[in-house]
């Protein structure tokens, strides 16, 4: 199928997480992505973690969010390899970099100077902090933005402290955000500067707790027992069943109280009364819930439209038929021939799938049809 990206060229020099979600993105939905990288290390993410999670030789992290990408490696210190570049950015549609303020400029890579060379480019970038402010220097690191933007008082418990999300959210977030602005910015058809910060987009994630304290100046208050959601009165949690878990979501505690036979529910009714009185209703719900199966309560509580679920891990999951029929995975090949299996694209064009068997690139594998394309095109020109 003909992808909405199919002939663009985006030269990409970011590492690590946030850059990578924002071209992998990009190169899903059709983009060619150039991943510019050192010429002897690459990007740090090949071997940055433990062996033991490694696919391949490389990391389980580069491996998934590199895929669908060509490499170039790169000495900036080289003649031949800056020319090679310039070159690269007079063809170029987008470009994009996730350094820390100040990095690009001393490169001569920044937006000044690359908006010299092609006026059209649409030039993105991710920081950590913006680029001003007594923070701008700080390493954009996913745990310390979830530690200063307030996002680590949402989830646990009052009594827990701060609990950090399991995921990079930070990053993935600051990503999907650039990856957007860059869209944005190729319909205008004019070029430009597209600029996302990590905290600026862990903030936005956070619209409606933060909006409701911007308003009464209170700060979140998560609740002591089963909690899930500082803004969500009872019966919202995670509950132990005598054999795993289940989650309840919403529902009128009256009528839940009928369906699982627990009159001592029956006595709260109302918004108001479900959050004000949440952590002792989830106890009592907690003590009930434990006594008999997950499947015994969720075929009294399905059938009546209350929202409900069996707490899956991924083995658990990937048994389920509703998981098998989005066919959320896919098999790439890497660049010894080595097949993998990761997640695919969740967009879907026309209910086709967006997937790709390329895997991720070895440093610098590419170069050499790199510079056969960019001969090819310097060709036409003249």
Same mark, same amino acid.
């Given at each position: 199928?003909? @992808?909405?990206?199919?002939? @663009? ?14 071209? @992998? ?14 010429? !002897? ?12 999670? /490694? ?17 170039? $490696? ?33 490169? $001569? ?71 957007? $602005? ?38 979140? /208050? ?18 132990? #069943? ?8 919403? $529902? ?41 199966? #997950? ?9 009546? /439209? ?36 990761? #997640? ?5 064009? /026309? ?22 394309? @960019?001969? !090819? ?6």
């Amino acid at each position: 199928m003909n @992808l909405p990206l199919d002939g @663009l060229m985006v030269l990409d020099f970011t590492q690590f997480l946030a850059g990578p979600v924002a071209s @992998l993105r990009l190169a899903d939905l059709g983009a060619k992505v150039i991943k510019i990288e050192h010429h !002897e290390r690459g990007d740090l993410c090949r071997s940055l973690y433990s062996p033991a999670l /490694d696919v391949h030789e490389y990391s389980a992290f580069f491996q998934a969010i590199n895929r669908n990408k060509f490499s170039l $490696g790169l000495d900036l210190k080289s003649e031949g390899d800056k020319a090679l570049i310039e070159a690269l950015i007079k063809e170029a549609d987008v470009m994009l970099h996730n350094f820390r303020p100040g990095v690009m400029q001393r490169l $001569g890579l920044d937006y000044d100077a690359i908006k010299a060379i092609n006026s059209s480019l649409i030039y993105g970038e991710i920081s950590g902090y913006g680029d001003e402010g007594p923070w701008q220097s700080w390493p954009g690191q996913d745990l310390l933005l979830q530690a200063v933007s307030g996002l680590t008082a949402l989830s646990g418990a009052s009594q827990d402290g701060p609990v950090p999300m399991g995921l990079a959210i930070a990053d993935y977030l600051a990503g999907s955000q650039l990856a957007q $602005g860059i869209l944005a910015a190729l319909y205008l058809d004019e070029g430009g500067l597209v600029q996302v910060s990590m905290l600026e987009a862990i903030l936005d994630f956070q619209f409606e707790p933060f909006t409701l304290y911007l308003n009464d100046g209170e700060l979140p /208050d998560r609740g002591h027992t089963n909690a899930a959601h500082a803004l969500v009165g009872a019966p919202y949690g995670v509950y132990k #069943t005598a054999d795993g878990y289940m989650t309840l979501a919403m $529902g009128s505690l009256p009528k839940i109280a009928e369906l699982i036979g627990c009159p001592s529910l029956a006595v709260f009714s109302g918004a108001g009364e479900a959050f004000a009185r949440r952590d002792e209703i989830k106890k009592i719900l907690a003590e009930h819930l434990g006594t008999k199966a #997950t499947s015994h309560w969720l075929a009294k509580l399905e059938p009546a /439209d209350i929202w409900c679920a069996e707490v899956l891990n991924w083995r658990g999951l990937m048994q389920q038929e509703a998981f098998k029929v989005l066919e959320m995975t896919q098999t790439v090949v890497g660049a010894k021939g080595k097949h993998y299996a990761t #997640t695919r694209c969740p967009i879907r064009i /026309d209910e086709k799938l967006l997937v790709s068997s390329l895997g991720a690139p070895e440093l610098d594998q590419h170069r050499a049809e790199i510079e056969a394309s @960019l001969k !090819e095109a310097l060709s036409r020109a003249d």
